[in-house]
């Protein structure tokens, strides 16, 4: 909405405003691409103009939404997802993505997921065996390890720093 709502003030009506991405129906010219930036700059958004540097965003959006929105949708093969929402061979896109980022896509779809895991124990409504599953992990002790690696602590830990924080109503 924010990002929309700029274009407009600046006189530009875009044709689709999706995440990481502004469709308008004619081209503009630097003056104008230099106004948007400046606009977009002030929100923390920044203009990415380069193909490389788009399809490297199109990436990062896909993982985000997979992990964070499309649970259902990750039992799916990660090089087969991206591939066929990207219209790229996955090598180029892997390649591409360590070449930019200093990262593999694998580490940043395994951060997003432990996003996920951290997300989910602070809420408490799923058990860990529920969090496995629901994240496509092979196991318990899969997800615990994986999360140790990343993080450096177990998955039991972040509980207990949860409910040390919360202090019960009626102790206030």
């Known amino acids: 909405m924010v990002v929309k709502s700029e274009f407009e003030k600046l006189g530009l009506y875009p044709v689709s ?37 788009q399809l490297i965003e ?24 991206l591939s066929k929402h990207i219209h790229y061979e996955y090598n180029y896109i892997s390649n591409l993505f360590s070449e930019v980022e200093g990262t593999t896509i694998e580490k940043y779809f395994i951060a997003q997921k432990i996003e996920k895991v951290k997300e989910l124990l602070m809420y408490d409504e799923l058990s860990l065996s529920e969090i ?32 040390n924080k919360r202090t019960p109503l009626d102790e206030l």
């Open 17 to 53: 405003v999706e995440l990481g991405e502004v469709e308008l129906s004619e081209p503009i010219d630097e003056v104008l691409i230099n106004q948007i930036n400046n606009a977009l700059h002030q929100f923390g958004f920044t203009l990415i103009d380069d193909k490389k540097s």
């Open 132 to 163: 496995a599953y629901t994240l496509n992990y092979s196991s318990v002790a899969h997800l615990s390890s994986q999360f140790k690696k990343v993080t450096g602590f177990a998955p039991s830990h972040i509980k207990k720093i949860k409910d």
């Open 58 to 81: 199109k990436v990062k959006n896909l993982i985000v939404d997979l992990v964070h929105n499309l649970d259902s949708e990750l039992k799916v093969n990660l090089s087969d997802y």
